[in-house]
């Protein structure tokens, strides 16, 4: 059976995700519920 991590869209997916979340801490905190809570929404 093969691991889900291996397949190449999970590991795009992961990096963009990690990506996402470093640029969004340094994002305002006026912005913590809005543009960066749905940029996050990709796990």
Known sequence: MSNFRNLLVWKKAHVLAVHIYK????FP???????????????
Do not use: A
Request: net charge positive; glycine share 6%.
């Open 23 to 26: 640029i969004s801490q340094s």
């Open 29 to 43: 905190k006026e912005e913590l519920y809005g543009l960066t809570s749905q940029m996050r929404v990709i796990r």
